[in-house]
C-alpha cells in the first residue's frame, strides 16, 4: 500500500510502458506533475473508513447473463477487415514478434 | 406556415409531412442550410451526411407518396455524437486513433431511431471518446457555445449540445459518463436526459467506462427526450448490461405525477461554496416554481457527495485503460507504419495518434490497477461507490425525486482551464455521483444569469424511474418558457 501521494518519474516510465504509450520527453515532464496532482486529489478516499463496506464494481442487480450458444449472423471476413492498415491472405498483418 | 421547420418539435414536424404540407427533402434542405450558414462559427459537426440525408429523405417522401406507414420520427433530423458507430458513416470518436475509420455495423440504439425513419444530418464533435468537459480535448477542433461563441459549449457532447440549442437538428445523441449530455446541455439552455445505466443498449458506442456509460438524448423539450427515448430504451442481446427491466410508457397520462404533494429532495450538499451564486439561486427558484405548485422541498443530505469526483476519476480512468487497451493500430484506427518491431508499433502508434487527455487517463487507470496499488485506488474507490449508492436510496426513502444544479458555473471562456485537468474535472462534481450510482437524471433548462448566459438544474430519480422525471420536467416546461429561448445566431 503506498504512503506517499506522488509519482516518481520512473513509476510514470513504468506505467507507460504497461500502458504501451511511448511518451516524449515534455509529456514525461507534464504527466508527472499533472498525475501528482490528480493522485492527490483521489487520496481524499484514503479518509473513509470502509472496513466494513462491499465493494460495488457495477450498478445492475444483474449477474451472469448467458445467451444459448447458438451461431448468429456476424461480420464478413472483409467488413472485419476493412479498416484494417495491413492484411495478408485474410489475415491481419503485424510486424514480427522474434527476431530471428 | 409561419415558423421556421428548424424551430418544429417531433409530433408537429410529422404532422406536417405526414399530411402532405412539407416534404423530408425540404426538412433536410432547410436544416442542411443552416448548418451551411452557422456551422462555421460554432464547429458543431465533424462530419456532415449531406447525401445521406438527402437518400433517406427521399426514401421517406417516397413512402409517403406511395401511402405507407412512416415512423415515429418522420420528419426529425438528428445530429449524432461521434462515438456513436454509424455504418457507412465515418466515426472518429473525436480523436486522430479513429480518423478515417468507417464502421461496418451501427450501434443498437442508432439503428432503432433510423427504423423510426429519424434522418441523420451529421456526426458532431466530442472531447476524444468523451474524456472531457468542454470539447477542447477533441483531436480536432473546439466546438463554440451558441450563447457566447467566446465560451465553451460543456461537454463531452459538447457538438451535439451546441447543434441542438443552435436548431442545427431536431434533436441530437449524445452519452453521459460522468454529467456529458446534462452539463452541456445545462451551458446551452437545452434538455438533456441521462436515462438509468441499462436502460440504454451501449452496443456498437466507443467504450469509455464500461460500468459508468449511458447513451442518452438532448431536445426541444422533454415531450421529445421522452419519445426518442421510448425509442431507444429497451434490452438489447449485444449488451450483457442492458437492462431486462421493461420500458413503461414514458410520457403518457397514466404515468403523470402530480406535483401537488410530490416530495423534491434539496441536497444540502450540491449548494456548497462551489457554487456560483446565480446559478443557485436560479435553481433554488426552480424548485421554488414547482413548490408553488404543491409540492414540498425537504433538505436531505449525501454527505458522501465531495468524494465522487475522486471516486470517479479512480474508477473511470481505470475502465478506460482497459478499454482503451483495444486501440492497437492493427485492426482498425490509426497506425504509425515505420516501426521496428510489434512493441514498438504500439507504443509509437499510442504515443503518436492519442490526444494528450486520452494518455493521461491510460496512465492514471493503469496505475490504479498496477500491481500493489490496486487495494488502495480500485478497491477503496469501488467501496465508497456503494457508500454512494447507498445515501441516494436512504435519500429516496424520504423523497420522491431529487432536484439539483448541474454545473457549478455558467460556461467559462474557451482556454481557461484548459491547462489545469484537475480544474476540469471539478465541473462534474455535482453530476458524476448519479453516474457512481447509475441513477437516471434529467438536465431542463431553469434560467440566465445576469449575462444573458443558460443555467440548468438536473431532477434526479430513482432506477427505473425516467417517467417520473418526465413527467415533472415536463409540467415544469408547461409553467415556464426557458426552453423555448433560443441564441440570436
Same mark, same amino acid.
Given at each position: &500500500? ?25 509529456? %514525461? ?72 | ?27 433536410? %434542405? ?10 462555421? /462559427? ?42 456513436? /458507430? ?14 478515417? =475509420? ?8 442508432? %439503428? ?25 480535448? !477533441? ?68 467504450? &469509455?467506462?464500461?460500468? =459508468? ?28 448490461? !442492458? ?53 414540498? /422541498? ?19 480512468? !481505470? ?104 480544474? &476540469? ?22 434560467? =440566465?444569469?445576469?449575462?444573458? /448566459? ?9 432506477? =427505473? ?25
Amino acid at each position: &500500500m503506498p504512503t506517499d501521494t506522488g509519482i516518481t518519474q520512473d513509476e510514470l516510465d513504468h506505467i507507460a510502458g504497461l500502458a504501451r504509450i511511448k511518451l516524449t520527453e515534455a509529456e %514525461r515532464q507534464l504527466y508527472l506533475s499533472q498525475l501528482s496532482s490528480i493522485l492527490q486529489y483521489v487520496d481524499l478516499l484514503r479518509q473513509v473508513d470502509t472496513s466494513a463496506v462491499s465493494p460495488s464494481f457495477q450498478v445492475t442487480s444483474q449477474t451472469n447473463v448467458a445467451r444459448d450458444d447458438q451461431i448468429r449472423p456476424s461480420l464478413t471476413l472483409g467488413q472485419a477487415q476493412a479498416n484494417a492498415p495491413k492484411v495478408h491472405d485474410g489475415y491481419f498483418q503485424v510486424h514480427h514478434t522474434i527476431k530471428k | 406556415m409561419n415558423l421556421p421547420l428548424t424551430t418544429l418539435a417531433i409530433p408537429r414536424i410529422r404532422e406536417l409531412l405526414v399530411s402532405g404540407q412539407v416534404s423530408a427533402t425540404e426538412i433536410v %434542405r432547410e436544416y442542411l442550410s443552416r448548418i451551411q450558414r452557422l456551422d462555421p /462559427l460554432l464547429n458543431a459537426f465533424i462530419t456532415v451526411t449531406e447525401d445521406y440525408a438527402f437518400r433517406c429523405a427521399q426514401q421517406i417522401d417516397q413512402k409517403i407518396s406511395d401511402h405507407q406507414p412512416v415512423g415515429l420520427l418522420a420528419g426529425s433530423v438528428m445530429a449524432v455524437k461521434d462515438v456513436y /458507430l454509424t455504418e457507412g458513416i465515418q466515426t472518429t470518436a473525436g480523436s486522430k486513433v479513429l480518423q478515417g =475509420f468507417i464502421p461496418p455495423y451501427s450501434s443498437t440504439v442508432y %439503428r432503432r431511431l433510423l427504423e423510426q425513419d429519424a434522418i441523420v444530418i451529421g456526426k458532431t464533435n466530442t472531447d476524444c471518446f468523451a474524456f472531457g468537459v468542454s470539447t477542447e480535448n !477533441s483531436g480536432y477542433f473546439v466546438t463554440k457555445n451558441p450563447w457566447d461563441l467566446s465560451l465553451i459549449p460543456g461537454g463531452s457532447s459538447g457538438g451535439s449540445a451546441a447543434a441542438q440549442a443552435a436548431s442545427l437538428c431536431t434533436f441530437a445523441l449524445g452519452t453521459d459518463t460522468g454529467g456529458s449530455i446534462r452539463q452541456p446541455a445545462s451551458l446551452c439552455g437545452i434538455t438533456g436526459i441521462k436515462p438509468t445505466y441499462g436502460r440504454n443498449s451501449r452496443y456498437g458506442i466507443t467504450a &469509455m467506462a464500461s460500468s =459508468f456509460d449511458c447513451p442518452g438524448t438532448f431536445a426541444k423539450n422533454v415531450s421529445d427526450a421522452s419519445l426518442i427515448t421510448q425509442i431507444m430504451a429497451g434490452v438489447d442481446s449485444q449488451d450483457a448490461t !442492458s437492462s431486462t427491466e421493461p420500458v413503461p410508457e414514458y410520457l403518457s397520462p397514466a404515468r403523470t405525477v402530480s406535483l401537488k404533494g410530490l416530495r423534491i429532495g434539496i441536497p444540502k450538499e450540491y449548494f456548497d461554496a462551489a457554487i456560483d451564486p446565480e446559478v443557485k439561486a436560479a435553481v433554488l427558484a426552480a424548485a421554488t416554481r414547482l413548490e408553488s405548485e404543491g409540492a414540498s /422541498l425537504i433538505s436531505v443530505s449525501l454527505p458522501n457527495t465531495a468524494l465522487g469526483l475522486a471516486v470517479y476519476y479512480v474508477l473511470v480512468p !481505470s475502465e478506460i485503460s482497459a478499454n482503451m487497451a483495444r486501440y492497437d493500430g492493427i485492426r482498425f484506427g490509426q497506425s504509425k507504419k515505420d516501426a521496428v518491431d510489434l512493441l514498438s508499433h504500439y507504443q509509437e502508434t499510442r504515443g503518436e495518434f492519442m490526444e494528450p487527455e486520452l494518455k493521461r487517463r491510460i496512465l492514471i487507470g493503469t496505475y490504479a490497477l498496477s500491481a500493489g496499488y490496486f487495494d488502495a485506488y480500485y478497491l477503496k474507490a469501488s467501496q465508497v461507490r456503494t457508500l454512494i449508492k447507498d445515501e441516494f436510496q436512504n435519500a429516496f426513502t424520504q423523497v420522491d425525486l431529487i432536484l439539483a444544479p448541474v454545473s457549478p458555473t455558467v460556461a467559462w471562456p474557451i482556454g481557461q482551464k484548459a491547462n489545469d485537468p484537475l480544474q &476540469m474535472y471539478l465541473a462534474d462534481v455535482y453530476t458524476c455521483c448519479i453516474n457512481v450510482a447509475g441513477l437516471p437524471a434529467l438536465a431542463l433548462p431553469g434560467g =440566465f444569469n445576469s449575462n444573458n /448566459l443558460p443555467i440548468g438544474f438536473q431532477l434526479i430519480g430513482n432506477y =427505473f424511474e425516467e417517467a417520473k422525471l418526465f413527467s415533472v420536467g415536463h409540467q415544469f416546461q408547461q409553467l415556464t418558457d426557458y426552453h423555448l429561448k433560443v441564441p440570436s445566431l
